[in-house]
């Protein structure tokens, strides 16, 4: 379930929306009370609030055992700030910081000096918010601290960079152009106040960037930065291995000269929505084929009330997948698909949202699954009201902070920053986690608001009525006022008999003691073995939570031989997962998470949580798996979804469909969706069954238990297991993967017919070399050119918005990658570019000073030597190890000797080799804009070029077993 992080100091605007509830206003000053951190009983971490002169906002974490150092400084200013007529400004500025500041004026130089040494950066622009972070190696983080000040101190914001980062920004914009979330968003935005500033398009494009009589863009940018980017709108956060005096210093030497004009950010005082834009249906045409029903609400932001959390038990409630649920009564009915319920928005008003996908019966019946989801909110209002659900969740949440995990230093730099611009320094970790008080006065005054008068109903499908086309994406919609017969039609006074409320949740953990540690191995061993089955065992003695993560891999021959094997796989996974709702949900609730997946090699299930119940889970899982019995309504709507989403995938990103066509070329067993769709069309249940049964005759079977988890208990599970999967069942080795390279003396070109603007290009070398010091170099490599690349094709050259240049694997092979969607040029222009790209980069390395090639190379070794940061980053490492068959759990180690032995003078050959002896697959695509040059006319009459597949099966390409 997905809950908007909650915000303290947001103001309500009480006026705008009509409402008796109050919010509190943004104070520069904390009081000395709130400036203590809550942390979880579980974090060795240390944490320090301080406040500069200039009023910026800063936390410090200290870890004395982190291996990155991560910053990340929140603008309390997004998109929402942008003038009328400037829209995009704001995103544009974000973009522009990164292009030089007058202390380091050299474009690029920031990105770059990460990269050497082990990190990177990103940033992002929101309506009200834009952070910009950064992760990089503990010993450059002085530095890249500084580099990263200077973006808020000095940024040049040369105006002859101008016209290049509009370009960018323009490329994002159209790159999106036929991306079903954008162009809904923008209705949705059409069809609200337009004097609300959540209204404007916030991308930005040449049209709404350009140069403008009285109007230069250069200008308006300075004045946006001048006005908004004040330290005191900023919150800062700094996570590294040094003690807090020593990163306070650094901060405060740093920092300090942000400049500041003293402003706050303020909520807006306009109304989001006026009274012709509530109470109304609205009509939205897709490019792919989905058909959806999004119930929105406008409501007063509940940010101050973080510790009673109303709107998040209202949620929680409404998308409860249990028996008499929602959920479960309209999936019986036939009606939907999917079902979830959230909040969101800017600082003034918040929009609780209902959202389901439907089946093409629930189209059909939009109306009546409107007034199913009245209907349980008046079995809320009337006898949800009660601590019992409250106490659920608060106890659900003490015990996840208490048990509060450490993840990147990235991700926890970026968290606080923007908690700390809504909450005091006190409650920065803990906000999500309070549940201090029930309030069910407070419940009631927004279920209040979940009214049809207040509702924009939103229906999205193919073929809907439209009278009106938004814009910027040219998306076809209508809205109109929902009529009186409606309105009470939805508004009905009976709660459907079929309705229950959840009862008692059984899964919530009670017993969280750490049991007693075995003498045991530092990585996992093989406790019980038999013909076809084995099982791994590591219990935990680093993290020491009450959590546990339990992986079954079930490989069969039948998981992917063909299209149709592979098609029922799909099938007889999604069903698995269908049935298993009802039972599962509260488990999800509980933090005891469940997975089942299908590969081409077989299937797989596991749990993963707090591991009081996990056993229990697991063994229904697998019960379900060996037994599922197929209800006819579930097989026809998840066998017309699969089909519908792979007939879908012709409306995904070119770069992402090229990438989707490149698996198909390099490995075995991979298959279009067209090809899926097609073998799963005329599959009945009979055949599924058959299917089924089929698929584990022949099986190997693979386990491993991770966690509080003892040697005596994974034993009992093994024997479990192995009489659930093998007690009918032959043991047959998994067969060995098989992966394709190109054989051949030239480049192997599939081209793609793709309906977008954009066109765009994937070159993969992958060489045949297995050896671990060919993997090592081509780590290296991968490192040294990813910043050169992007700075090249994306910065200099504005070729595109998605722009990649970096080492790839496949299985045990490695090689490099470069990938481009461009607005601007076609693909053979682009492969073009690369080449050329490739000359100058061979000059680079040529160049390169010893100490600059050892700071990549100790950038590397620091990245292969990273830690897991928590169980169950530990987990999926020992899991992807057993699933290569590295069984000594070393791989990294190994790679790492060979790395510490790679010389500089082997660099330039290596690349050579990499460019120029091993041949690469291209697969590409011309935009439409693209289609009138005379590279498309000359591609059009080749006969070398592929365009379908299977084309590189057999002749020119060479498969290596793995």
Same mark, same amino acid.
Request: glycine content about 6%; proline content about 3%; charged content about 25%.
């Given at each position: 379930?997905?809950?908007?992080?909650?915000?303290?100091?947001?103001?309500?605007?009480?006026?705008?929306?009509?409402?008796?509830?109050?919010?509190?206003?943004?104070?520069?000053?904390?009081?000395?009370?709130?400036?203590?951190?809550?942390?979880?009983?579980?974090?060795?971490?240390?944490?320090?609030?301080?406040?500069?002169?200039? &009023?910026?906002?800063?936390?410090?974490? =200290?870890?004395?055992k982190a291996d990155k150092a991560a910053a990340s400084l929140d603008?309390?200013?997004?998109?929402?700030?942008?003038?009328? &007529?400037?829209?995009?400004?704001?995103?544009?500025?974000?973009?522009?910081?990164?292009? !030089?500041?007058?202390?380091?004026?050299?474009? &690029?130089?920031?990105?770059?000096?990460?990269?050497?040494?082990? !990190?990177? =950066?990103?940033?992002?622009?929101?309506?009200?918010?834009?952070?910009y972070f950064f992760e990089v190696n503990e010993d450059a983080l002085d530095e890249?601290?500084?580099?990263?000040?200077?973006?808020?101190?000095?940024?040049?914001?040369?105006?002859?960079?101008?016209?290049?980062?509009?370009?960018?920004?323009?490329?994002?914009?159209?790159m999106k152009?036929?991306?079903?979330?954008?162009?809904?968003?923008?209705?949705?935005?059409?069809?609200?106040?337009?004097?609300?500033?959540? =209204?404007?398009?916030?991308?930005?494009?040449?049209?709404?960037?350009?140069?403008?009589?009285?109007?230069?863009?250069?200008?308006?940018l300075k004045q946006q930065y001048q006005t908004y980017y004040s330290a005191s709108r900023m919150a800062l956060s700094v996570v590294a291995k040094d003690d807090l005096d020593t990163l306070e210093a650094s901060v405060r030497a740093k920092f300090s000269q942000v400049p500041t004009n003293g402003t706050v950010s303020s909520p807006s005082q306009m109304t989001p929505f006026l009274p012709e834009q509530l109470g109304v249906k609205i009509n939205i045409e897709p490019m792919k084929d989905t058909r959806a029903l999004t119930l929105y609400f406008p409501v007063p932001t509940s940010q101050q009330y973080f510790k009673e959390k109303p709107l998040t038990l209202i949620s929680d409630l409404l998308a409860n997948e249990g028996v008499g649920s929602l959920y479960?009564?309209?999936?019986?009915?036939?009606?939907?698909?999917?079902?979830?319920?959230?909040?969101?928005?800017?600082?003034?008003?918040? $929009?609780?949202?209902?959202?389901?996908?439907?089946?093409e019966l629930g189209l059909a019946q939009h109306e009546e699954v409107t007034q199913a989801m009245f209907s349980y909110l008046?079995?809320?209002?009337?006898?949800?009201?009660?601590?019992?659900?409250?106490?659920?969740?608060?106890?659900?949440?003490?015990?996840?902070?208490?048990?509060?995990?450490?993840? =990147?230093?990235?991700?926890?730099?970026?968290?606080?920053?923007?908690?700390?611009?809504?909450?005091?320094?006190?409650?920065?970790?803990?906000?999500?986690?309070?549940?201090?008080?029930?309030?069910?006065?407070?419940?009631?005054e927004y279920l209040a608001y979940l009214t049809p008068e207040n509702m924009r109903q939103v229906l999205i499908a193919k073929g809907l009525e439209t009278n009106k086309i938004q814009p910027e994406y040219q998306t076809p919609y209508a809205m109109v006022s929902l009529t009186e017969q409606q309105l009470k039609f939805y508004q009905s006074d009976e709660i459907n008999p079929a309705f229950a409320l959840p009862k008692a949740n059984p899964f919530i953990a009670k017993n969280l003691t750490m049991k007693p540690l075995d003498a045991g191995n530092a990585i996992p061993e093989v406790i019980f073995e038999q013909l076809g089955f084995k099982l791994w065992h590591k219990q935990d003695s680093e993290f020491l939570v009450p959590k546990a993560s339990i992986n079954v891999q079930i490989y069969s021959d039948l998981a992917g031989q063909d299209a149709s094997s592979r098609a029922k796989n799909f099938l007889y996974n999604a069903l698995l997962k269908d049935s298993l709702n009802e039972f599962g949900y509260p488990a999800k609730q509980a933090g005891l998470n469940y997975n089942l997946w299908s590969t081409n090699q077989g299937m797989g299930f596991g749990v993963n949580g707090y591991d009081e119940k996990q056993v229990d889970l697991l063994t229904t899982i697998n019960q379900r798996v060996r037994n599922l019995n197929i209800d006819p309504a579930a097989f026809e709507l998840h066998k017309n979804r699969l089909i519908r989403a792979w007939g879908n995938a012709k409306f995904n990103r070119p770069y992402s469909q090229g990438l989707s066509v490149l698996r198909e070329i390099q490995r075995n067993q991979m298959y279009s969706p067209e090809q899926l769709a &097609?073998?799963?069309?005329?599959?009945?249940?009979?055949?599924?069954?058959?299917?089924?049964?089929?698929?584990? $005759?022949?099986?190997?079977?693979?386990?491993?238990?991770?966690?509080?988890?003892?040697?005596?208990?994974?034993?009992?599970?093994?024997?479990?297991?192995?009489?659930?999967?093998?007690?009918?069942?032959?043991?047959?080795?998994?067969?060995?993967?098989?992966?394709?390279?190109?054989?051949?003396?030239?480049?192997?070109?599939?081209?793609?017919?793709?309906?977008?603007?954009?066109?765009?290009?994937?070159?993969?070398?992958?060489?045949?070399?297995?050896?671990?010091?060919?993997?090592?170099?081509?780590?290296?490599?991968?490192?040294i050119i990813n910043a050169p690349f992007f700075k090249s094709i994306r910065t200099e050259q504005q070729l595109g918005y998605i722009v990649a240049g970096r080492a790839t694997t496949l299985d045990e092979l490695s090689g490099l990658y470069f990938l481009i969607q461009s607005p601007k040029e076609g693909p053979v222009e682009l492969q073009r570019r690369v080449e050329q790209f490739f000359a100058s980069f061979k000059l680079e390395l040529e160049q390169m000073t010893p100490q600059q090639y050892d700071d990549f190379k100790q950038g590397l070794i620091k990245d292969l030597s990273a830690k897991d940061k928590n169980l169950n980053e530990r987990t999926a490492h020992y899991w992807s190890e057993i699933n290569a068959k590295a069984v000594n759990f070393d791989s990294d180690e190994q790679l790492i000797t060979y790395v510490k032995a790679l010389k500089q003078d082997d660099l330039i050959p290596l690349f050579e080799i990499a460019t120029q002896t091993v041949k690469p697959f291209i697969v590409r695509?011309?935009?439409?804009?693209?289609?009138?040059s005379d590279d498309f006319k000359a591609s059009e009459n080749s006969l070398d070029i592929c365009r379908q597949s299977g084309c590189f099966a057999t002749g020119l390409t060479r498969s290596i077993k793995m």
């Open positions: 379930m997905e809950h908007k992080k909650l915000n303290l100091v947001a103001a309500l605007v009480a006026a705008a929306l009509g409402t008796s509830l109050v919010g509190c206003a943004h104070s520069p000053s904390i009081d000395p009370s709130q400036q203590e951190i809550i942390k979880s009983q579980n974090d060795q971490r240390q944490y320090r609030y301080l406040e500069l002169e200039n &009023g910026l906002r800063v936390v410090l974490v =200290s870890d004395h603008v309390h200013i997004g998109h929402m700030a942008d003038p009328k &007529g400037r829209e995009g400004l704001s995103h544009f500025l974000e973009h522009m910081l990164f292009l !030089g500041t007058k202390k380091y004026p050299k474009v &690029g130089e920031y990105n770059e000096y990460l990269k050497e040494n082990g !990190g990177w =950066s990103n940033a992002g622009t929101g309506q009200e918010h834009t952070n890249a601290l500084d580099r990263f000040a200077q973006f808020f101190i000095s940024p040049t914001l040369d105006p002859q960079y101008v016209e290049r980062e509009k370009n960018a920004v323009d490329s994002e914009y159209n152009i036929k991306d079903d979330a954008r162009r809904i968003r923008e209705v949705l935005k059409d069809t609200s106040n337009q004097a609300h500033p959540a =209204s404007q398009f916030s991308v930005g494009n040449l049209d709404t960037l350009a140069d403008r009589e009285g109007s230069l863009l250069i200008d308006d479960s009564y309209l999936k019986h009915k036939g009606f939907i698909e999917s079902l979830n319920s959230y909040y969101y928005g800017p600082d003034d008003f918040e $929009q609780f949202t209902v959202t389901m996908t439907l089946t008046r079995l809320i209002a009337e006898q949800g009201l009660k601590p019992l659900y409250f106490d659920e969740l608060k106890a659900i949440a003490k015990t996840n902070f208490d048990f509060q995990e450490k993840y =990147s230093a990235a991700n926890t730099a970026r968290s606080i920053s923007s908690q700390l611009q809504y909450f005091a320094p006190k409650y920065v970790l803990s906000s999500d986690y309070i549940y201090e008080r029930f309030s069910a006065d407070l419940v009631k &097609g073998a799963l069309s005329d599959v009945t249940i009979a055949q599924l069954q058959s299917y089924i049964q089929a698929f584990h $005759q022949e099986i190997e079977v693979e386990v491993l238990a991770h966690g509080n988890i003892q040697r005596v208990e994974s034993l009992d599970l093994a024997k479990r297991l192995y009489q659930f999967n093998m007690a009918d069942a032959t043991p047959k080795l998994r067969a060995e993967k098989e992966v394709r390279v190109n054989d051949s003396n030239d480049a192997l070109i599939r081209e793609l017919d793709i309906d977008h603007p954009d066109s765009s290009l994937i070159m993969s070398y992958i060489n045949p070399d297995k050896s671990l010091q060919t993997k090592a170099h081509y780590a290296l490599l991968g490192n695509s011309f935009g439409q804009v693209h289609r009138d």
